[in-house]
């Protein structure tokens, strides 16, 4: 069963703090994606990424950096978490020019403190 | 996640019936569409596509119609059950964009 794999799915942090989330996939997936998820704004692009090494910002990257050194893995990184900050971040991967449907993780709930 | 889904439009059936769930899309270049379930405290899930030289597409106890005229496309699920109760979210992209928008959602409760 391909996967996509976040590795929290619950993170509490204090404010200030620098967070690491991250993500795998095992489907030779060339474009990864992280969005985070808050009641009444929906699914928001903070990143994408279509190959390794490459990165775009999203619709709302204020605040985050991502990294990509290998195909399988895209981590999203909080260099000073901040209260606004609190939301479940879903990470995805999509196959080929987005004309194929995203595969979604669990999604990693953080409340920063 | 758990809150995802708070003032969203919200569908309820009855366990047996057809639901429909409606979308309207807004980039008229758009050109491929799809359709995602989100359970509580999951990611979203990948029902079904269609693309835009379709107006039908059919999966098990599912549908997908997309009329381009208007702007809109539609989810039926047949028969509807107690494990359909989630948010969906319909989505649109187009060929060579990498960015894929994502309609709000609705949520559909199932009755039983």
């Known amino acids: 069963d391909v996967k996509v794999t976040q590795s929290s799915r619950y993170l509490v942090k204090r404010t200030g703090e620098k967070v690491f989330l991250e993500c795998v996939q095992d489907?030779?997936?060339?474009?990864m994606f992280w969005y985070r998820q808050d009641p009444g704004l929906g699914l928001r692009l903070i990143y994408f990424?279509?190959?390794?090494?490459?990165?775009e910002k999203g619709d709302i990257p204020e605040g985050y950096s991502v990294s990509r050194e290998k195909k399988e893995r895209f981590s999203l990184i909080l260099e000073s978490a901040s209260t606004n900050q609190t939301s479940m971040y879903l990470c995805?991967?999509?196959?080929?020019?987005?004309?194929?449907?995203?595969?979604f993780g669990s999604g990693t709930r953080l409340t920063v403190v | 996640g758990e809150n995802v889904g708070l003032h969203l439009p919200t569908l309820s059936v009855q366990e047996g019936d057809n639901s429909i769930i409606n979308c309207a899309y807004s980039?008229?270049?758009?050109?491929?569409f799809i359709w995602y379930k989100q359970e509580s405290g999951k990611g979203p899930q990948f029902i079904i596509d269609?693309?835009?030289?379709?107006d039908k597409r059919q999966g098990q106890r599912v549908t997908v119609l997309l009329n381009k005229t208007v702007k809109h496309l539609s989810l039926q699920i047949a028969a509807t059950q107690p494990g359909d109760s989630a948010v969906y979210f319909c989505?649109?992209?187009?060929?060579?964009?990498?960015?894929?928008?994502f309609g709000a959602g609705t949520r559909l409760f199932v009755k039983a």
């Open positions: 995805a991967s999509s196959f080929g020019h987005n004309n194929y449907g995203y595969t």
């Open positions: 489907m030779d997936h060339e474009n």
């Open positions: 990424s279509y190959d390794v090494k490459m990165k």
């Open positions: 980039n008229s270049a758009s050109d491929y």
């Open positions: 269609i693309r835009s030289n379709m």
């Open positions: 989505a649109e992209s187009y060929t060579g964009g990498f960015k894929t928008i």
